[in-house]
């Protein structure tokens, strides 16, 4: 989510491994699977959806239905929300991103691929017809193009068609447009020095921290980061 090659060739190099050595996919049902599937197993009441956290201290979570008295407190929230519950840590540079769809009768790619801008127009970073990859993401007869912007300024809706329509090789106009969607904060920035990808997870005192802001900047690093987490909870409780 950046263009102007400033992440550390560590993150660069450990993110082509696993493009290289991995698969990648979407789940049919949405990126909401994936805490879904994660949180299936446990007992429904052991977990308080919509119950924002305004505190946290050693052996205490403060929300806004009340305290919650525990022997481990793992942070799990964003890099920002991160550091205002536990102003110690470092703070982290996000990077933006906006990502336009488009509805089209008319597929303009019949794969599921990545196409980036080799001319390096600077306007659009990537464009897939989602759709291919995950059928479910259109009504039958229909196809889903996400189109990705880097940065904190958005384009104007047209301009991208317009230039989506140079990077496939054929019309967009008859297109919809769906919706545009900004995500200000949406990737913690990786500049070197990174040393160790792998951040300390543990900060004393029964808390914890984790998030893609402890490993690598991806959904890969926030679930390696969750272990490690959990790895380090249960040594500490097992300890006593
Ligand atoms: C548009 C976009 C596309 C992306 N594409 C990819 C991709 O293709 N592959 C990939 O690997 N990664 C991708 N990422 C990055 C990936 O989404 C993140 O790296 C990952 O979600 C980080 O997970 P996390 O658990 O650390 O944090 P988050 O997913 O940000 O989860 C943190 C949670 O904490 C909650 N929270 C915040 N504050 C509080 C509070 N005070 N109390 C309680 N809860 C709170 C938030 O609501 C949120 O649900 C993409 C990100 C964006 C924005």
């Not at 990126?31 to 599937?37: D, F, G, T």
């Not at 017809?129 to 889903?144: C, D, E, F, K, Q």
């Not at 317009?162 to 019309?171: P, T």
């Amino acid at each position: 989510m950046e263009r102007e090659l400033e992440t550390s060739s560590r993150v660069f190099a450990m993110v082509l491994r696993s493009f290289a050595r991995g698969r990648i996919g979407l789940p049919a049902e949405g990126m909401a699977a994936l805490p879904r599937a994660i949180a299936d197993p446990l007992p429904a009441d052991l977990i308080d959806l919509d119950t924002p956290v305004s505190q946290v201290a050693p052996g205490r979570v403060r929300t806004q239905a009340g305290d919650i008295g525990c022997r481990a407190v793992v942070v799990a929230v964003d890099p920002l929300a991160a550091a205002t519950l536990l102003p110690a840590l470092p703070p982290v540079r996000m990077h933006s991103y906006t990502t336009y769809y488009h509805s089209t009768a008319e597929p303009p790619l019949a794969e599921p691929i990545l196409l980036v801008d080799g001319d390096r127009r600077e306007l659009v970073a990537n464009t897939v017809v989602v759709s291919r990859a995950a059928p479910a993401y259109a009504p039958a007869g229909r196809h889903l193009v996400a189109t990705s912007v880097v940065g904190p300024t958005a384009p104007p809706e047209p301009a991208v068609r317009l230039e989506l329509a140079r990077l496939y090789g054929r019309s967009t106009a008859d297109w919809t447009h769906l919706t545009t969607v900004s995500i200000p904060a949406a990737l913690p920035a990786a500049p070197p020095p990174q040393g160790r990808l792998r951040k300390p997870v543990a900060l004393g005192d029964g808390l914890f921290v984790a998030g893609d802001h402890r490993d690598s900047p991806s959904i890969q690093g926030a679930l390696t980061s969750g272990w490690r987490a959990a790895g380090a909870v249960l040594e500490r409780l097992r300890s006593g």
